[in-house]
């Protein structure tokens, strides 16, 4: 009995560990214009989000998800951070001038998101 308990907890923390951070969204959406997208379930959706260099791009992030960790977005690498009121939405305008791949995140790191700049 206790080997199946130990069995079941290290499944559920592969599974965790897995969902968090390792797991890669399949979802991309080429932005031409302002873009949803969906905070909720521990996920952004969409994740995964590819822009042109220069040009400007409105985000707007709507928070479903009550967890105290989605109460904020957090791009690294572009100094941005922004506060995500629960059932609204935040636009975030961008307009990056550097190529490259600039993660977005929640505070704790456990949301993450993409953003591509070609």
Do not use: H
């Amino acid at each position: 009995m206790n080997v199946l308990v130990n069995l079941l907890a290290l499944s559920l923390i592969g599974f965790i560990v897995w969902w968090f951070w390792l797991a890669k969204s399949r979802e991309t959406k080429m932005v031409t214009e302002a873009i949803d997208i969906v905070v909720e379930g521990g996920v952004y959706t969409p994740a995964t989000i590819k822009v042109t260099k220069g040009e400007v791009v409105r985000l707007n992030f709507i928070r479903r998800d009550a967890s105290p960790c989605a109460e904020k977005v957090i791009f690294s690498g572009l100094e941005i951070s922004e506060e995500l009121p629960l059932n609204q939405s935040r636009e975030i305008e961008l307009q990056v001038e550097k190529t490259g791949e600039f993660e977005f995140t929640c505070q704790m790191g456990m949301y993450r998101g993409k953003l591509i700049v070609t």
